[in-house]
């Protein structure tokens, strides 16, 4: 397996802009987590799906915000309209259920909001 | 509430020292305890994990951690580090029932000196 796979990898986008962010987790897996990681914040969970629905979207910032997960091989995190504060490194990961073999973190999509 | 504190955002170890990054965690019940690893522009890359058994668990690299219950603590250890060692550690828990979200510590910055 390719592991998780996101694109892109680079981001650059003006102030206002909309941006899409994609995952697609390993195969198998049930669970899919999108987090955003900043230095000021660290690592912080922004959403969480299992067996492709949402079941924790309390990490969502705001409603610029927004998650889905339309099969089991895809997801989008979208951000409109984007601003410079949205700046941050974004990874999806994903696990199968329980966890016992950890989650694995796709190499991520860094964001700058101009 | 689950919690992970890693107390230091930096350490700096001699090349072919023995090393250890700290974590001390807070969940209800017993806790699965993960290390995970993050080279720079790259995702966080599993090492390690505690989920029963024997408290001394060895991982990739030749990283190893020590769970102690009584002082809720998980810290990562070797022997002798590399240069190539030095990364940004992240500490992670998870309650073994219920929600299999895991929260991170903030991380620890290892650096190795030649």
């Known amino acids: 397996d390719a592991g998780v796979i996101q694109s892109p990898r680079h981001e650059v986008t003006e102030m206002g802009q909309e941006v899409t962010l994609r995952c697609k987790p390993i195969s198998g897996h049930d669970y899919l987590f999108w987090y955003r990681q900043t230095m000021m914040r660290g690592l912080e969970l922004l959403i969480y799906?299992?067996?492709?629905?949402?079941?924790?979207d309390s990490g969502m910032p705001e409603d610029r915000f927004s998650a889905k997960m339309p099969n089991a091989s895809f997801s989008t995190l979208k951000i409109q309209p984007s601003e410079p504060r949205d700046s941050a490194v974004y990874f999806c990961?994903?696990?199968?259920?329980?966890?016992?073999?950890?989650?694995?973190f796709g190499s991520g999509t860094r964001l700058t909001v101009v | 509430a689950q919690s992970v504190a890693q107390p230091e955002d930096q350490v700096n170890v001699a090349e072919g020292n023995p090393l250890t990054v700290k974590c001390t965690y807070s969940v209800s019940g017993n806790p699965y305890l993960f290390w995970y690893v993050q080279y720079p522009n790259r995702g966080l890359q599993f090492l390690l994990k505690?989920?029963?058994?024997?408290?001394l668990v060895k991982g990739s690299y030749g990283f190893e951690a020590e769970f102690n219950k009584s002082q809720t603590s998980f810290h990562l250890k070797k022997p002798s580090a590399l240069v190539s060692d030095s990364a940004l550690y992240f500490c992670a828990v998870r309650p073994s029932g219920g929600s299999y979200i895991p929260t991170f510590g903030r991380g620890t910055s290892l650096i190795v000196h030649p």
């Open positions: 505690y989920i029963t058994g024997d408290n």
């Open positions: 990961a994903s696990s199968l259920e329980g966890a016992y073999y950890g989650y694995t």
């Open positions: 799906f299992n067996n492709n629905v949402p079941i924790d």
